[in-house]
């Protein structure tokens, strides 16, 4: 019983810190694809408009990537309704991708101005408390996959296949 709660601890685990990586990625390529639009003036005044909002209100950016990403959800519905698995499927995913990115964009945009609430800053605590959990909870089972590649490399480096081949061929023994 104890192995298999040990188990079911490093999968939640490595599911947290999977869904922490994925959050962090997405708010790279949101910021990437951010960067790249030639709307200067746009982009200014959208980051004079963060600076000069309050916390609270600010809070209510978060609504912003649902409310914006909730037709194109129904559509992926009306698409599954209709049995076109692929496209209701895909548009779903992507919906809940693109939803992801912006809600991580701007949380990355607004961190600072959030965790002067108080309530958030406490929340956030209990956030980063479960990630350096995660994380110490994987780090021995990483060591141990790092260790055993490490040692594959070495087993193998500069070796062809036929070379393997001709070793393994050499030390076994012919039947007669």
Known sequence: MRKIR???????????LLGEEIFLRLRQ????????????RVKQACRRFLEWLPAYPTLLLFLVPLVATEPLKFLSYWLLAKRQWMAGGALYFGVDI????????VFGVSRDKLLSIGWFRVLYGWFIWAHDWAFGLVAPYKEMIKAAAHRLKERFSGRSRLSMLMTRLRRKPTAS
């Open 29 to 40: 390529i949101v910021e990437w694809v951010i960067d790249a639009l030639p709307l200067e």
């Open 98 to 105: 693109l939803r992801l990115g912006l809600v991580s964009f």
């Open 6 to 16: 040990k188990f079911l601890l490093v999968v939640v685990a490595l599911l947290f």
